[in-house]
């Protein structure tokens, strides 16, 4: 079981950037796909980006396109989320995600493990 810790949220103003980072353990890290999820207040949880186990295969949502960035270390465990030109609409709780099993599509259906969640507040 895989187990996910989130840092780097915090308050920012519209247009500004924030870097999140997730550090995993529990199992290899390389051989799993890793993503973001994001959830407001009053609304479903959803993908924001997720990267392929082997690194070479990101998915976005269509809300933070260009503007969100996705990368994996394998050599620290980590996977991080650089998010610029931030908006009020994109103020939420971010969880780090990783799937059950090994070599799986980034597809959100699967994902399986979920960080604690670390919040981004972007004010207008």
């Known amino acids: 079981q895989a187990q996910l810790v989130e840092s780097g949220g915090g308050l920012v103003q519209a247009g500004g950037s924030l870097r999140l980072s997730c550090v995993a353990s529990?199992?290899?890290?390389?051989?799993?796909?890793m993503g973001w999820f994001r959830q407001a207040p009053g609304k479903e949880r959803e993908l924001v980006a997720a990267?392929?186990?082997?690194?070479?295969?990101?998915n976005y949502a269509n809300s933070v396109k260009g503007r969100f960035t996705i990368s994996r270390d394998n050599g620290k465990n980590t996977v991080a989320l650089q998010m610029n030109s931030l908006k009020p609409e994109d103020t939420a709780v971010y969880y780090c995600?990783?799937?059950?099993?090994?070599?799986?599509?980034?597809?959100?259906?699967?994902?399986?493990?979920w960080g604690q969640g670390t919040q981004v507040t972007v004010s207008s």
């Open positions: 529990g199992r290899t890290f390389s051989l799993y796909a």
């Open positions: 995600a990783a799937p059950a099993s090994p070599f799986s599509s980034i597809m959100p259906s699967s994902f399986a493990y």
């Open positions: 990267i392929s186990w082997s690194g070479d295969i990101t």
